[in-house]
């Protein structure tokens, strides 16, 4: 397994040897359709970023994201997953969209009967999504790692919302400080 970065084509990037990876461990996945929390995983890799001036990681939060229907919180996600599901294959480019944060509430409404929980960050704009693929990307939000691809849109519409597991949520933090010290 390969991790690869510094291009946002997936042919010249840096490539890394993956030594191993760990997956939260009250990670869930789907039960019954009703709850998916602490999707979030460890990778480890040979190798540094700090090696390489087109790499760098992205800052982890510093703070919560409060969501503020006055004051939109924007957002991007970024992935190398499908753009069509009539498509047959991924992208080879790693692409962006800017998205916004939505309520929990909201969030909740649209994909009921499934659980949104305070561990999660939903994003939404008419026909932006996540798509196949985009599962483990990054949203950033304000130069941080506010969250990690979990779920969404089977048919990459934009509705429902895509689901971000929350990063400055406590159980994740806390994995992640097990793991890396950080």
Known sequence: MLLIGGSSDLYSGIK?????????????????????????????????????KTLSAIPLPT??????????????MAGWGYTNINLPWASNKLLLVWTQVISQYV?????????????MVCVNLPNTSACRGDSGGPLVC????????????EFCTGSPPSVFAKVASESIRSFIKQYTGL
């Open 63 to 76: 703070k919560d994201l409060t969501y503020a229907p006055d004051n939109p919180t924007w957002c991007f």
């Open 107 to 119: 969030c909740q409404k649209r994909w009921a009967p499934l659980a949104i929980t305070s561990q």
């Open 16 to 52: 890394f040897s993956v030594l191993g990876y760990v997956t939260h461990q009250e990670y869930v996945g789907m039960i019954n359709k009703r709850r998916k929390e602490n999707d979030a995983a460890i990778v480890a890799i040979k190798g540094s970023f700090a090696d390489y």
């Open 142 to 153: 304000n130069g941080e790692l506010t969250g990690i691809n979990s779920f969404g849109d």
